[in-house]
């Protein structure tokens, strides 16, 4: 059963703490992308990998940070410098195509994340 | 920064109702996609065109876009209640793997 897995589905956090998001897939996808959605808002992007090993930041990367050891992981940790850290977190993997844009995404149920 | 910006911001009609949905952008693309939100789940791909096509067919669907307006939309024909949902487009830019979303119409469908 391919796809893409966000745990856990409801987090709650302690103002000062960090917290680590998990997403999996097992799509075989190089691309992955973290995304950040507000109430009634659009998605704007945290961070994304294109490969292993390697990460970019994405439009609002302040207070985040990732990591991309295994094709198949990437976490996200929203540190305690992230200032309004409630919302909904939605991952994504695509193919990747090294720039072409040919990127459909496939998201994972999002994890909303609130914080005390 | 979202590129992307929808129109209109909500929707409501009736079963069986065609709904229109517009997103225009800012930058030259080299495809446009459609996604479907379920409230409080994670988006699905509707459908993509890319800059070279002007119009797109997926079952009850149509895409259409127009590179020289910088625009797209999305016509649901024969609305169901199932189609409740939010509805983005995403350009994605030339040469990167990005895909900037828009900012979404919330579309209602009464029975």
């Known amino acids: 059963d391919g796809g893409i897995t966000q745990s856990p589905k409801y987090l709650f956090r302690k103002e000062g703490q960090n917290v680590t998001l998990s997403c999996e897939q097992n799509?075989?996808?190089?691309?992955m992308y973290w995304y950040r959605q507000d109430p009634g808002q659009g998605l704007r992007l945290i961070y994304y990998?294109?490969?292993?090993?390697?990460?970019q930041k994405g439009d609002i990367a302040e207070g985040y940070s990732v990591s991309r050891e295994k094709k198949e992981s990437f976490p996200l940790t929203v540190t305690s410098a992230q200032k309004n850290p409630t919302a909904f977190y939605l991952c994504?993997?695509?193919?990747?195509?090294?720039?072409?844009?040919?990127?459909?995404?496939?998201f994972g149920p999002g994890t909303r994340l609130t914080v005390l | 920064s979202q590129q992307g910006e929808e129109d209109p911001q909500a929707l409501s009609i009736q079963e069986g109702e065609n709904a229109t949905m517009n997103c225009s952008y800012k930058?030259?693309?080299?495809?446009l996609q459609w996604y479907r939100q379920n409230s409080g789940r994670g988006l699905v791909h509707l459908i993509l065109?890319?800059?070279?096509?002007r119009e797109k067919h997926s079952g009850r669907l149509r895409v259409t876009l127009d590179t020289s307006k910088k625009s797209s939309s999305l016509l649901i024909t024969a609305s169901r209640a199932a189609d409740t949902a939010s509805y983005f487009c995403?350009?994605?830019?030339?040469?990167?793997?990005?895909?900037?979303f828009g900012t979404g119409t919330r579309l209602q469908v009464f029975p």
């Open positions: 799509l075989n996808h190089d691309a």
């Open positions: 995403a350009t994605a830019p030339y040469n990167t793997d990005k895909l900037i």
């Open positions: 990998s294109q490969i292993v090993n390697d990460f």
């Open positions: 065109i890319r800059s070279n096509e």
């Open positions: 994504a993997s695509s193919i990747g195509t090294g720039g072409r844009g040919y990127n459909e995404q496939f």
């Open positions: 930058t030259s693309i080299n495809n």
